[in-house]
C-alpha cells in the first residue's frame, strides 16, 4: 500500500493548506486514519484522527486550527490547516492508528514567521 501525501509548501505564519493524503487501496474498512508530523531534530508526532464514523481528534497544540476529513470513495485523507505558526514547520505524513502501512514522503510544510 502506498500513501501520497500532497499540498504542502511555504507559507507566512497566519496562512492556510491543505494537504492530500491518497492511499492506493481502499480505506473505506479503515477505521482511524491519521495525520502525523516530523518538525526537523523531533520524534514524529500524531496530529489529528479521524475514523469511519467521522469522529475527530486533535493534538492540543492544532486544535481549533486544523481539521481532517475523510473521503473514502476517493481513498483520501485531508487536512486543512488555518492559522499556521512557525511550529507547525515539518514534514506530514498520513497512516493508519494504530500503525499498519509503511510510511510514505510525506508532504513538507514550512511557515514562516
Known amino acids: 500500500v502506498q500513501l501520497q501525501a500532497s499540498g504542502g509548501g511555504l507559507v507566512e505564519a497566519g496562512g492556510s493548506l491543505r494537504l492530500s493524503c491518497v492511499a492506493s487501496?481502499?480505506?473505506?474498512?479503515?477505521?482511524?486514519m491519521g495525520w502525523y508530523r516530523q518538525a526537523p531534530g523531533k520524534q514524529r508526532e500524531l496530529v489529528a484522527t479521524?475514523?469511519?464514523?467521522?469522529?475527530?481528534n486533535y493534538a492540543d497544540s492544532v486544535k481549533g486550527r486544523f481539521t481532517i476529513s475523510r473521503d473514502n470513495a476517493k481513498s483520501t485523507v485531508y487536512l486543512q490547516m488555518n492559522s499556521l505558526k512557525p511550529e507547525d514547520t515539518g514534514v506530514y505524513y498520513c497512516n493508519t492508528k494504530p500503525l499498519t502501512y509503511v510510511w510514505g514522503k510525506g508532504t513538507q510544510v514550512t511557515v514562516s514567521s
Open positions: 487501496t481502499s480505506i473505506s474498512s479503515i477505521i482511524t
Open positions: 479521524i475514523t469511519s464514523g467521522r469522529s475527530t
